[in-house]
């Protein structure tokens, strides 16, 4: 892959790489993701981009077929498959070291591990057999569409890494000589990549070509003039001055475990006064698409600049923009520390916490201290106190586990600080603790169009956080392509806060979703919104735009200590937002003051973080959609169809029980859609009997706010649920609540043919039918056939007074026939029995239709009112027998 593609048979070497473009590209991009699954979607927009052809979908399962028979001539003796189907996509299980991509990356991983030990013959070896393998850059004959393209950049960026580690490993063995050429050619190729210029001044400086290096130092500098208006960096800036004073001490190779190019720092100080040393500057560069935060970052850094050293956190979840706070801070404050200010990471590439000694080694290095690193903790620790004495140097140790290592090394800051970031705070490091959540709404806007704009808009990297941007642009509607929208337009400024919202308003997200607009120009926010607003899907794609953050985010998940991850699989069953100990107890199926200790334990291994104001907890979005993800695939169905049984039974207890506040309802639209998504999950598990109470008992609240689509959704499953349960009573209600359903949205021909099918149901005379009757003769209401609706209400009343609500029902329909036919004060007794069965039966929304009602005949309010409420919470405009839309302004059509 590293150059054109080729494929060759394991046994002979014989070559069977496929011809056809559309082929390799699919090929190419299963290589670049082999031992992933990548989505049907997903290759069809590296095929095709945005415009596939009606036929893609047959078309990319022709070419899957042809790789299949490509790939059994690789290595017949092997047996089995390596390109299997797993949804949503395909997976190719390659061995990595038969792909020269996979073994190229481990041997410059290698290298770099070497370079870090002071192993400078190992690393330039491991980074020559890397190089070896590069025939050019990754894949040239294949299109490049949304996976290869930055799979390409990255490579380029990896290839420029190993050479530049090559050269400061020989730089080291005292190549200087052997390395002269190459290094023109280098930074001739690369005329704004200081590394390389440095790596040439000081082999031309050793050769004894000192006018020379400075040249080199006098064309960069012209350049980085001319074409950025910067100036070369601290250290080249360092590296001139050692030069013209001809430093004798860089004419020596292998005196440190620095690169060559750098100064020497900090050792340990001889008898007698000696020179202060030299600043360090080990932070990553300031981050030009930082934005908000503004009053987290005013207080950091009034926290950095007081005097006397210290320790500091940042805590919150993975995601929450963390490390990039601290980076930002540092440099705000970068005049507090004269000393300098070194970074260190406290985790590996697998996310999983590195050892003491091996973080004192990376600081070791960072501080520029001479030699190989001491083996012994006691020789590292006192080696670190030297080159920290005196000194106030900012260290930030980046996403600790615990808080063992920040203790360790905050002796060795002496007068400088110690800033930590990690998950959860660390209750056992002294000092203040900044906790970050997600976003605020214009921050989130604001970072997505920011790094969703080209470069001349951006804010500059010194600007100060929270400048505004210039104004992202995007394609308007497809009818005006040529007229771009503008995110300060209200439906741009919704369809941003919507992408916001569902990443969870985390920045890493969001830079990623802000970058795959500005690349993808044709694509407009409300596309882009469309794509991720499926729950189940959503953590697909976003993986798909933002590889680097989904690795980041399984590592979080992936750490956590197995029992943990059973618990937060069960968890991710309740709904999004914030939970207590009683809600986790009932997922969990355990005792509240258990659940209380589980909840800590995640919320120490950071896949939980506190809910609003400190009360409850809370997945962030991400964990949240992962553990869902995994829940699938790991939860036994046992343990999972358990859960949603108790889910479902507390759920009907919330919704049949009466609120503590009488005058509020236990409802929202998040509360009604995770109930209803709740119901599809109950269904999808064979739980009959809880689905069916579920969307029992959430009819009431659906009518009365009108959720029509939720109202559908639950009962149609509740319905086949009675029918594999073959309960005819619960059938019957349910029948009966979807053609109520289908009056109110004005499908007449439907209600009728529910509640007829309602009443075969209840046939056998164990269900009442007094509901059913009554949704027949509004029907006939407003067909204008009042009497008939009249005769099929009138029996309820007469035979069977036991069906309290079937009454009251028959009572309305009789009250509206006959405020039509007879007057208020024909209706007005009926009205009085709907008061009166309303009392009975305890329901306060059918009390209050019935005062309403009578408080208006009582005013002497005209028979046939311009609008009429003909059932709780329902109006109809004009006369009775024609009832219209409802209006709006009743409580959108419902209560």
């Not at 030990?117 to 040239?140: D, K, T």
């Not at 501080?367 to 190989?372: E, T």
């Not at 207590?580 to 258990?594: F, M, N, S, V």
């Not at 029902?809 to 039509?820: G, T």
Request: glycine share 8%.
């Amino acid at each position: 892959m590293l150059g054109p593609l080729e494929v060759r048979r394991a046994a002979d070497g014989h070559p069977v790489t496929p011809g056809a473009a559309k082929v390799r590209g699919v090929l190419a991009t299963l290589l670049v993701r082999a031992g992933e699954v990548v989505s049907v979607d997903t290759l069809i927009d590296e095929l095709w981009g945005e415009h596939p052809p009606r036929t893609a979908l047959t078309t990319l399962q022709v070419y899957i077929s042809q790789l299949r028979k490509l790939l059994r001539q690789v290595e017949p003796e092997a047996g089995g498959q390596p390109l299997v189907t797993r949804a949503p996509g395909y997976l190719l299980q390659v061995d990595p070291a038969q792909l020269d991509l996979a073994v190229f990356q481990t041997l410059h991983e290698r290298g770099r591990e070497a370079l870090d030990r002071g192993e400078y013959a190992a690393a330039a070896q491991l980074q020559r057999r890397a190089l070896a393998l590069w025939r050019g850059p990754l894949l040239p004959d294949t299109v490049h569409g949304a996976v290869l393209a930055p799979a390409a950049a990255r490579v380029h960026e990896v290839r420029i890494a190993a050479l530049e580690q090559r050269m400061r490993a020989e730089l080291q063995l005292g190549h200087h000589k052997e390395l002269l050429g190459e290094l023109q050619v280098l930074v001739a190729e690369l005329p704004l990549h200081e590394e390389f210029h440095a790596h040439l001044m000081v082999a031309l400086y050793r050769a004894g070509r000192h006018a020379d290096a400075l040249q080199v130092f006098g064309r960069l500098r012209h350049t980085l003039v001319q074409e950025l208006a910067i100036e070369p960096g601290l250290r080249l800036q360092r590296l001139q001055h050692r030069i013209l004073a001809g430093d004798r001490a860089l004419l020596r190779p292998g005196t440190g475990r620095r690169a060559a190019a750098e100064p020497p720092r900090a050792t340990a100080a001889p008898p007698g006064p000696a020179p202060a040393p030299a600043p360090v500057d080990r932070l990553p560069a300031p981050d030009r698409w930082f934005t908000g935060r503004v009053a987290e970052l005013a207080r950091l850094e009034a926290w950095l600049r007081r005097p006397g050293g210290g320790c500091l956190q940042i805590c919150g979840p993975a995601g929450a923009g963390k490390t990039a706070l601290a980076v930002a801070a540092a440099h705000r404050a970068g005049a507090a520390f004269p000393d300098g200010r070194v970074l260190v990471r406290l985790r590996g590439g697998d996310g999983r916490p590195l050892e003491m000694t091996q973080v004192m080694v990376q600081l070791l290095a960072a501080l520029g201290a001479p030699g190989p690193a001491p083996r012994s903790a006691e020789e590292l620790r006192a080696t670190l106190r030297q080159l920290t004495y005196g000194r106030r140097i900012l260290l930030v140790l980046d996403d600790a586990a615990d808080a063992s290592l920040p203790r360790a090394l905050a002796p060795l800051v002496g007068p400088g600080v110690l800033l930590v970031t990690c998950r959860p705070a660390l209750p056992d490091l002294p000092g203040p603790a900044l906790a970050l959540d997600a976003l605020e709404v214009p921050d989130a806007r604001q970072l997505l169009a920011a790094a969703g704009t080209p470069a001349p808009g951006l804010p500059a990297p010194d600007a100060e956080p929270g400048a505004q941007a210039g104004p992202a642009r995007w394609p308007g509607p497809a009818e005006h392509p040529t007229e771009p929208a503008d995110p300060n337009e209200p439906a741009e400024l919704d369809d941003l806060d919507e992408l916001a919202d569902l990443c969870g308003r985390f920045p890493q997200p969001l830079r990623a979703l802000g970058r795959y607009l500005a690349a993808h120009p044709h694509h407009s926010p409300a596309l882009l919104a469309a794509r991720l607003r499926p729950e189940s899907s959503r953590l697909g794609e976003l993986h798909t735009l933002d590889e680097a953050g989904h690795r980041q985010l399984c590592a979080v998940y992936d750490a956590a200590p197995e029992a943990d991850l059973r618990a937060a699989r069960l968890l991710s069953l309740l709904p999004a937002g914030t939970f207590g100990r009683q809600d986790a107890a009932t997922a969990l199926g355990i005792r509240p003051e258990a659940a209380e200790h589980t909840l800590d334990s995640l919320t120490r291994a950071g896949l939980l973080g506190p809910g609003p104001a400190g009360h409850g907890h809370r997945f962030p979005a991400l964990i949240r959609l992962l553990a869902a993800e995994r829940r699938t695939a790991e939860t036994p169905g046992a343990s999972l169809r358990a859960a949603l049984a108790r889910l479902c039974a507390a759920a009907v207890r919330s919704l049949t029980e009466p609120p503590a506040d009488h005058g509020a309802l236990p409802w929202s639209a998040a509360r009604r859609d995770a109930l209803a998504a709740l119901a599809g999950q109950a269904h999808a598990a064979g739980l009959w009997a809880p689905t069916v109470r579920l969307a029992q008992a959430m009819s009431g609240f659906l009518e009365m706010s009108a959720a029509w689509d939720a109202w559908q959704h639950t009962h149609t499953l509740a319905l086949d649920a009675a029918g594999r349960l073959d309960d005819q009573g619960a059938a019957a209600g349910l029948l009966c609540s979807l053609g109520d359903l289908a009056w109110q949205r004005h499908r007449p021909a439907a209600a009728r043919d529910l509640y007829r099918r309602a009443l075969r149901a209840a046939d056998d005379g164990r269900v009442p039918r007094g509901r059913i009757l009554a949704g027949l003769a509004d029907l006939h209401l407003e067909e204008g056939a009042a009497a008939t609706a009249a005769r099929l209400v009138t029996p309820t009343v007469r035979e069977t007074p036991e069906d309290i609500r079937g009454c009251y029902e028959a009572r309305r329909v009789l009250a509206l026939h006959a405020l039509r036919t007879s007057g208020a004060a024909a209706a007005r007794p009926h009205f009085q029995q709907c008061l009166t069965l309303a009392g009975v039966l305890g329901e306060r929304r059918l009390e209050a239709y019935a005062r309403r009602w009578l408080d208006r005949l009582h005013t002497a309010g005209p028979p046939h009112p311009a609008w009429a409420e003909v059932r709780p919470g329902v109006w109809s405009a004009g006369p009775l027998t024609a009832r219209r839309t409802p209006d709006p302004a009743a409580a959108g059509c419902a209560g």
